[in-house]
């Protein structure tokens, strides 16, 4: 009987992605490092981004809503007075005569709470003690109040009341500043209007 020869099979050669080197960790952690150093950074930006965005919609938000309330006071006022500035705070009246009784109106930026303020009253009848509520805050300025005349040749025919003031709103890198200088026009005023202290009691009533 004749043998047959037993060939001895060949050992198995182990695949390519049996292993990794240690170089090759270092080099996939390395990238994976930038990658996410990349995507945080991203993140952040946007993140700071947004919350500007949303600090200069207050800060007009604040604004429009004031500006909306006192177009219509000033609008119908029948005299304006001499803006001032009395210690650190800033100060304008104006009258309206056009209703039952005259009404008057004193508006005020307080710079230490850096917040815009008024408060009413009828002249006729002075009270002792006068809240002031409040319109905005966080609001700067250096002139916030100016009263412009009518001009001699008729061009502009009513006395006209110039707020210029900045709304700040957030802090630090996400804080957000808006400017904003808006005239309003007294319809009920004319080049004979002379009331320069008109309702200044209003600034010294008790609070």
């Known amino acids: 009987m004749t043998r047959r020869a037993v060939r001895p099979?060949?050992?198995?050669?182990?695949?390519?992605?049996?292993?990794v080197t240690l170089i090759e960790v270092v080099v996939s952690m390395s990238i994976m490092a930038v990658f996410m150093t990349l995507f945080t950074v991203g993140l952040l930006q946007i993140s700071k981004s947004a919350a500007r965005n949303q600090a200069i919609a207050d800060a007009q938000s604040q604004v429009g809503i004031a500006f909306l309330r006192l177009d219509k006071e000033v609008?119908?006022?029948?005299?304006?007075?001499r803006p001032a500035r009395v210690g650190s705070d800033f100060y304008v009246e104006w009258i309206n005569t056009?209703?039952?009784?005259?009404?008057?109106?004193?508006l005020r930026l307080n710079t230490s709470a850096r917040q815009l303020q008024?408060?009413?009253?009828n002249p006729k009848?002075?009270?002792?003690?006068?809240?002031?509520l409040p319109l905005t805050s966080d609001i700067e300025a250096t002139e916030p109040f100016i009263r412009i005349q009518p001009t001699?040749?008729?061009s502009y025919r009513f006395q006209r009341l110039r707020l210029n003031f900045v709304a700040v709103s957030g802090l630090g890198e996400k804080q957000a500043r808006k400017a904003t200088d808006i005239t309003f026009?007294?319809?009920?005023?004319?080049?004979?209007t002379n009331t320069d202290d008109v309702c200044h009691e209003g600034r010294s009533l008790p609070s």
């Open 9 to 19: 099979r060949p050992a198995e050669r182990p695949g390519r992605d049996a292993g």
């Open 75 to 81: 609008r119908y006022a029948s005299g304006i007075s």
């Open 98 to 106: 056009g209703q039952t009784d005259p009404q008057c109106t004193v």
């Open 118 to 121: 008024w408060r009413t009253w």
């Open 125 to 132: 009848e002075l009270p002792e003690v006068l809240p002031w």
């Open 152 to 154: 001699p040749n008729g």
């Open 185 to 192: 026009t007294a319809l009920n005023t004319s080049a004979a």
